[in-house]
Every structure is written in C-alpha cells, then in structure tokens.
C-alpha cells in the first residue's frame, strides 16, 4: 500500500517540478522576444487539439484560437516539435525569403519520413538551388508547355470518355489517372500503356516502401525502369526531351532521386485541386454558370476556326483562372510550410531563437477576414480585382522564396484543361461528401458524382 502512496507523491512533485521548470524556461523565453504560447501536455503537446480541428470542416480552428489568446505569432508544440506558428502574411514572407540562409526546411518527422530525407523539399543549399533552378527553367519553358498541352489533353479527353459509362465516379480516385500519367509523361517521354502501368505500380510500391529506401537507388526496379526508359526515349541527339533527361544531363544520374522527389509533390496536389475544385462548383451553381459559358465560347471558337487549343487558350480564360485560385485559397492543400532557424531572427519584434522551428501558416492567412471578405465563401470573382500575382503575400498556394513551387504552371494548365473539357461535356450531380484536411487534404467519400453528357444544343 505504501508503495502506491509512495508512487503518487513523486509523480506530483515531478509534475510540480515540470510545471515550475516549465514557466521558469518561458518566462526567460518571453523577455527575450520568443512569442507567446502554450506548450500543452508533456510529450505531445497540443498535438491531439491539432489533429481534432484537422478532422473538422474549420482545420483553422487550432490557428484561430490560439491567434485570439496571444497574436498573430505564437508558440506551441505539435507532432513532436516546439514550433513558432506565424499566422501574419509579413511575418511569412520573411521566412520565406529566406535571405542569407537563415532559415533551412524542418519538416516534422511524420513529414521526413514521407518525403525522404533527400527531398528537394528538405535539401538546402547549392544542391536544392539547382535542381529548382533545373525543374523551374525545363517546366516554364513555353517549348515543354507546347508539348505537353497536347498530352494533358489526350489524357484528360481519354479518361472522361470513360466516365459516361460509369454508373458512379469517384472523382478523388479517378482523376489521378489523369494527373499521373501526366507526370508520368513529362518526366519520362512515355504514353499510357504497358510500362506506364508497370512504373505506376512500382511507384506505388516505392511510395508504400520509402521509408527505408537508400538514397541512390541502383538495382532497384524503379531505377531500372527509369533508366531503360531514358535511354529508349531519348531522341540520341543529346537534346533533354523531359524532366529526367534535365537531370541525367546534368549529373550524370546523381539527381535521378530527385526525379522521384519531384513526383512526390505533384502526385497528391494537382488531383486533389482538381477534385475540390468539383466539389466547390457542385456546391456553387452560379459560379458553375459563369465558367461553362466562358468555356463553351472557347470551345465554339475553337470548332468553328478548326484550329488546336494552345496552352495559352486555356490560360487565357480569365474567369477559369479566378475559379482555381479561389479553389487553392480555399483548400489550402499544402496548409504551410516547416523551417529552422540557423540563427537568432527577429522578424516584426518577435524573436525566433536559433534552433527553433518556425511554421509559417498558409492557411491561417487564406481563411482570415483581414485578408479575405467573407473568407470561407467559394467567390472566384474576389480575384477580378487584384488578380493571382506570385508575389501577393496573402495567396501563398505553392510558397515562395527560392522554393516557390516549379509545379505552379504546370499545375495551373492541368486544371484549366481538365476544368474546360469536364464543364463542356457533362453536367453531373454530387452524392453529399465532405472535405477532411487531416493528416492530407481528402474527400472523406471521395466524392462520388454521377455524369450526363451535355447535350448537343448546350454544346
Ligand atoms: C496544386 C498543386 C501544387 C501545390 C499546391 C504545390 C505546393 C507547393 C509548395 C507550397 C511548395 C513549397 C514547399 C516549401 O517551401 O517547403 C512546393 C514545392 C515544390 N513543388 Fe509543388 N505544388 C503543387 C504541384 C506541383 C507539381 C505538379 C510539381 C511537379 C511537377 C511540384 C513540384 C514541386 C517541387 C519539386 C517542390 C520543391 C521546390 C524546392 O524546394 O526548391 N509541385 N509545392
């Protein structure tokens, strides 16, 4: 019996101890400028109230909280990292500049040990600054977005041709064939077919398996299929045909692991905008009406001059353009980025002490009405008056700085195409679903619809 007695009276002196170590430690942290906050439970931190609002239809709600109780920037501590949480677009920019390398990806370990620990996203330095630069230079040129308009809208066109004869689609599970025999064919010069399905099935292998898998790959299906589809896909001209030509040109296939980092972020992003970008104009008809007549026109034009879509066509359809940043604004699919400081920074009269981990909050600046006018409704026509520009530091959709994504055009044409072809051939009808954002944004349903192809009066 005393033993038990004994038991309780030292786990309340620890915690008493705990307690008073731990406001001892944020006392001194706050006379220094560090931002207030909560440290939560001991181990996990506020981690569970984190993962609660994740699963609700206000994910923000942990940010919003927290931003009442103590400012726009505050301390917590999540899935196991202390973190400053910055919810202030200025504050953001600043990190995310990122001059003089002051602040170095730190991605939370449940993030790491998704991507790998040499991903683009985590590397720093010279080797992340030319693989962007390399990815950033071969996916804006307009050369790479001819050729690949062409293959995103025989993908597009092929795959909605099977979906009259579907009795329900699963949008989410659908559209990723689209997506990734798109990536798939930028990176590797190869059409839908047999090898296809094989690097599809190996892809999804490796993705299952990455956690343990070696940094150079050699002997590795993966790598096998990669390099034998390089040297048969390449024009034997030494000119790069695609992505992975770039990056075996280069260095001689010391970057082929970032060909597969590189699929890593485009893999899961552009369907899942493609899919809520559904569900927002299932739940708006109004702004349904506006972008079916704008694609339309371009589609009547399109008939009657005989002539083939350019990519410009697609990205010159204004209304189509608000339609997918209200779609990013909104869904917040990459919520905000994760950095360490290698140094002390004070940004804005708050002190990010060397060693600390720093997020900076997309969403948290998406969905705040200081920002945005009523910050939760689908309004494409809030971006008539300032427009998407890349350096607007309250639409933060692909990041910024030096890793501002190289996927945002590319990603943006494949809406568009997809956008254009959906909204001009079907109308359909959305079972209810609702959208979760933990620990990825998803449809919990994945959104099952039922298609009507229009009718050729409408067309
Ligand atoms: C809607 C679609 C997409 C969204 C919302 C998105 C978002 C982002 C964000 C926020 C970052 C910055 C991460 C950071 O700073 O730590 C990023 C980086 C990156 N994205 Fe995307 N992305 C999308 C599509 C794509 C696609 C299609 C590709 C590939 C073709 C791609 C390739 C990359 C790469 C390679 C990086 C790392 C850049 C670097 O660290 O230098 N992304 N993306």
Redesign the pocket.
């Known amino acids: 019996m005393e033993w038990i007695w004994g038991t309780w009276v030292l786990v309340a002196v620890l915690t008493v101890c705990w307690y008073r170590h731990r406001s001892v430690k944020n006392n001194i942290y706050e006379r220094r400028g560090v931002p207030k906050g909560s440290s939560g439970w001991p181990l996990i931190g506020e981690t569970l109230d984190f993962m609660a609002c994740g699963y609700t239809s206000r994910p923000v709600s942990f940010m919003d909280k927290r931003k009442h109780l103590y400012g726009k920037v505050f301390k917590t501590h999540i899935l196991g990292t202390p973190i400053i949480v910055s919810t202030d677009p200025d504050v953001n920019k600043v990190v995310l500049q990122n001059h003089g390398n002051t602040f170095i ?1 730190a991605y939370p370990k449940s993030i790491t040990e998704l991507l790998g620990q040499n991903s ?2 985590q590397t720093n330095g010279y080797l ?1 600054k030319r693989v ?1 630069a390399l ?1 950033g230079g071969f ?1 804006r040129s307009p050369q790479f977005k001819a050729r690949i308009t062409k293959d995103i809208e025989n993908s597009v066109k092929l795959t909605l041709a099977c979906w009259k004869d579907m009795h329900v689609i699963h949008v989410q599970e659908e559209i990723r064939k689209i997506t990734f025999e798109v ?1 798939v064919k930028m990176l590797i010069s190869i059409g839908p077919g047999g090898d296809l399905d094989n690097l599809k099935r190996d892809f999804e292998e490796f993705i299952k398996g990455l956690i343990c898998v070696p940094i150079k790959l050699p002997g590795t299906r993966l790598y096998k299929s990669l390099k034998k589809l390089s040297i048969e896909e390449s024009d034997g001209k030494g000119t790069p045909n695609d992505a992975l030509d770039v990056l075996l040109y280069d260095n001689d296939g010391l970057y082929l692991w970032n060909i597969i ?2 699929m890593i ?2 893999e899961e ?2 369907p899942t ?1 493609m899919t809520l970008a559904i569900k927002y104009l299932s739940d708006s008809p109004v702004v349904l009406k506006q972008l079916m007549e704008e694609n339309l026109e371009l589609k009547r034009q399109k008939a009657d001059s005989d002539d083939d879509y350019g990519w410009t066509d697609y990205m010159s359809l204004s209304f189509t353009q608000n339609v997918i940043s209200e779609t ?1 604004r909104l869904a917040n ?2 919520n905000g ?1 994760w950095r360490k400081a290698l140094k002390d920074v004070e940004i804005k009269g708050h002190l990010i002490p060397q060693g600390w981990c720093v997020l900076a909050s997309f969403i948290s600046v998406h969905m705040d009405e200081d920002n945005y006018e009523d910050p939760y409704e689908f309004n494409p026509w809030r971006w008539e008056k300032t427009g998407a520009v890349v350096n607007n530091t309250c639409f933060t ?3 910024g700085g030096q ?1 501002l ?3 945002l055009e ?2 943006r044409l494949e809406i568009s195409i997809f956008l254009h072809h959906f909204v001009t051939t079907y109308s359909w009808i959305a079972e209810k679903d609702e959208i979760v954002s933990f620990p990825t944004v998803k449809m919990k349903r994945k959104l099952p619809i039922k298609v009507t192809p229009l009718s050729a009066t409408v067309v």
């Open positions: 990806p683009i996203l992340q962007h990815i996916l990536l980092e590189m972020p485009g992003t552009v905008a990013l699919i990459i980025v959709p692909f990041g890793r994504c190289p996927g590319l990603s």
